[in-house]
T-cell receptor, first 115, second 115 residues
Framework: AQKITQTQPGMFVQEKEAVTLDCTYD???????LFWYKQPSSGEMIFLIY??????QNATEGRYSLNFQKARKSANLVISASQLGDSAMYFC????????????FGQGTTLQVKP | DTGVSQDPRHKITKRGQNVTFRCDPI?????LYWYRQTLGQGPEFLTY??????LEKSRLLSDRFSAERPKGSFSTLEIQRTEQGDSAMYLC???WGQGLSYEQYFGPGTRLTVT
């Protein structure tokens, strides 16, 4: 079974600085996908970035990049130039390739950006 | 607005009552998911529909829970004889399911409080 571990319950970062949110995963599948979602206090889950297990390059989406280290089974999210609006809960998730596409989420990391 | 919508956004009910939630996915998406999220935790998968067929149900989905997706369009999630442990955010997501990305778009959620 797939599993996601996020070991940082809470993180602080100064505005305009970069921050790394950790995510490790466990899976026995060769094909899988890793996602990061942002959940602000309003509750909606916002897709940030996706990395496929066969993608050779690390995914990037604007200020978000995914540091994918397959051998270590880690998929850390890097947010560059943090903004106050980045304060939210961040979830790492693994895509279950068992033909359903369900996501298995970690416990989340709360990020607070300080002015 | 062509995003995923959910209704109601908030529901307060007394223990033992039945409740029903509705989810309208993005119109061209054939896959629909229900997740449950308790405070401070990541979302947990409940059930999955491909078009109108319910193809997977989590063990979290007890006999008191039932979900439908008639005609492969909107979906409903009903909880019978609610218990205080049912208090949570219920999230609906949809996807097109092309390739391996399976990016899921989430609705704003329905927050259920059972008193």
């Amino acid at each position: 079974a797939q599993k996601i571990t996020q070991t940082q319950p809470g993180m602080f970062v100064q505005e305009k600085e970069a921050v790394t949110l950790d995510c490790t995963y466990d899976t026995s599948d060769q094909s899988y996908g890793l996602f990061w979602y942002k959940q602000p206090s309003s509750g909606e889950m916002i897709f940030l970035i996706y990395q496929g297990s066969y993608d050779e390059q690390n995914a990037t989406e604007g200020r978000y990049s995914l540091n994918f280290q397959k051998a270590r089974k880690s998929a850390n999210l890097v947010i560059s130039a943090s903004q106050l609006g980045d304060s939210a809960m961040y979830f790492c998730a693994i895509f279950d390739p068992g033909n359903t596409g369900k996501l298995i989420f970690g416990q989340g990391t709360t990020l607070q950006v300080k002015p | 607005d062509t995003g995923v919508s959910q209704d109601p956004r908030h529901k307060i009910t007394k223990r033992g009552q039945n409740v029903t939630f509705r989810c309208d996915p993005i119109s061209e998406h054939n896959r629909l998911y229900w997740y449950r999220q308790t405070l401070g935790q990541g979302p947990e998968f409940l059930t999955y529909f491909q078009n109108e067929a319910q193809l997977e149900k989590s063990r979290l989905l007890s006999d008191r829970f039932s979900a439908e997706r008639p005609k492969g369009s909107f979906s409903t999630l009903e909880i019978q004889r609610t218990e205080q442990g049912d208090s949570a955010m219920y999230l609906c997501a949809s996807s097109w399911g092309q390739g391996l990305s399976y990016e899921q778009y989430f609705g704003p959620g329905t927050r259920l409080t059972v008193t």
